[in-house]
């Protein structure tokens, strides 16, 4: 037996002592822009640094995750793939830079929250009363202090512009613990730190709409218009029209592409309208199918004024409403087709844990439409506003309710024995928007 295991066992020994093939690497260069970063290698948890961009170094083929780090810059997670080829093989990354804003954290005279643990979407950054540089954009603060509720507050930090809170949490006393739901904030007013983010929770995320780089609102619009014309001498084929509560669909977006800087301030914005099955009658009782739409697309330019965001903007804008020919004659119907282009200030201002807005606009009107066509030396100008109101109900979402009117006047130089007579017409379109707008 010992014999014949004797083969077996030199040809054992001499795989053993036979070295291991090592692993093949290829060289690569991992570059970013700019330079400076740490490179660490490996997957989240196992990542080992292994020095600074450039780096140079050797690499099993296969795919590698990569994770490049630079104060002031976010940080870059990305996979790589090393063939097995002889050249340089090279990776290179552009880093973003970070901007930040500040985070101030305020403690008022009786509160229990100093030496509180403030913690930011998750992590602690420090304790209360205290200042703290995070990321623009929205975030979750908790200010916590043991043995009791924590302060939860939904925020929107900006460049330059610190966002402030109130360390709610108040002092218990031996004779009752006072109600951790309602606090005096600096104005001595109440205060509530449950879950939700209360009333000063509420207000950030109202301004977060505000800030917003894209807003999309969606709603129902019921819409009115009040024509008619003018003037001591009228012809019998001039018809007036009046509509309420006519029901339409309404979306509307806003979009910033530019993150900072002067320009990050600058958006395209668009909104439309469109009559669901509206059926209009004339003064003969026969019912007309009628075609109501609207739409403006422009430009708008945001920026902050004493705590309120102010806006500017030119929009080109059209406003339609048709009847059917075959039931009311073309000649006669009382037709909106305005083209116009629009020049609009607004504004926004946060109010508790709610926001108001409101804007005014001048609409030069570049086409009357069909109507004013039918007179002589017609001309048109037109005015429109809005105000309304917007509740946050949830992050990045809020209802909203808004009322919009639009005038326009029409002057006509028609003389008597032309085929339609008046000094002029006015057209009053208004209507209540109710509906709800997400944004990020």
């Not at 014999?3 to 066992?9: A, D, E, G, K, S």
């Not at 029901?247 to 668009?270: D, K, M, Q, S, T």
């Not at 039931?327 to 109010?351: I, M, N, Q, T, W």
């Not at 439409?369 to 037109?382: D, N, V, Y």
Request: hydrophobic fraction near 40%; charged fraction near 20%.
């Amino acid at each position: 037996m010992v014999r014949r295991w004797c083969p077996l066992v030199a040809a054992a020994l001499c795989c053993a002592a036979t070295p291991a093939r090592a692993q093949r690497t290829y060289r690569v260069v991992i570059d970013s822009s700019p330079r400076g970063a740490t490179v660490a290698i490996g997957a989240e948890g196992e990542a080992e640094e292994v020095g600074t961009t450039p780096y140079r170094g050797r690499l099993p083929a296969g795919e590698h995750v990569v994770t490049l780090s630079k104060r002031g810059y976010r940080s870059h997670t990305t996979t790589i793939r090393v063939r097995k080829q002889r050249r340089v093989q090279r990776f290179k990354v552009q880093l973003s830079e970070l901007v930040t804003g500040t985070v101030v954290v305020d403690v008022p005279a009786g509160s229990a929250a100093v030496g509180a643990d403030v913690v930011v979407d998750g992590e602690a950054v420090g304790t209360a009363p205290g200042e703290f540089e995070v990321e623009v954009g929205p975030h979750v603060v908790e200010i916590v202090v043991r043995g009791q509720p924590k302060q939860e507050e939904w925020i929107e930090v900006t460049e330059g512009e610190p966002t402030r809170i109130a360390a709610a949490i108040a002092a218990r006393t031996r004779e009752a613990d006072i109600d951790v739901d309602a606090h005096a904030d600096k104005a001595g007013g109440k205060r509530r730190t449950d879950r939700d983010g209360g009333r000063g929770g509420a207000a950030a995320r109202s301004r977060g709409a505000a800030r917003a780089q894209w807003l999309a609102e969606a709603g129902m619009t019921f819409a009115g218009r009040h024509f008619g014309y003018g003037g001591a001498m009228q012809t019998p084929n001039l018809r007036p029209y009046d509509a309420d509560f006519v029901p339409a669909v309404h979306v509307a977006v806003e979009l910033y592409p530019v993150g900072r800087g002067f320009l990050r301030g600058l958006g395209a914005v668009g909104r439309y309208d469109r009559a669901i099955a509206v059926t209009s009658e004339t003064s003969e009782g026969v019912p007309v199918d009628t075609a109501w739409t609207q739409f403006a697309a422009g430009a708008r330019y945001r920026t902050r004024v004493s705590g309120a965001t102010v806006g500017v903007g030119a929009a080109y804008g059209q406003i339609d409403v048709s009847f059917d020919p075959a039931a009311l004659p073309a000649d006669e119907a009382p037709s909106a087709g305005y083209k116009f282009v629009e020049f609009a200030v607004d504004g926004r201002a946060d109010v508790g844990g709610v926001a108001l807005f409101g804007g005014v606009a001048g609409l030069w009107v570049v086409d009357a439409g069909p109507t004013a066509a039918r007179f002589r030396g017609a001309s048109a100008f037109g005015a429109a506003a809005h105000a309304g109101v917007a509740v946050p109900v949830a992050p990045h979402l809020e209802a909203r309710a808004s009322v919009r009117y639009d005038r326009f006047a029409l002057t006509f130089a028609a003389e008597p024995g032309d085929t339609h007579v008046a000094d002029g017409a006015t057209d009053h379109l208004y209507g209540l928007l109710l509906g709800a707008a997400f944004y990020y």
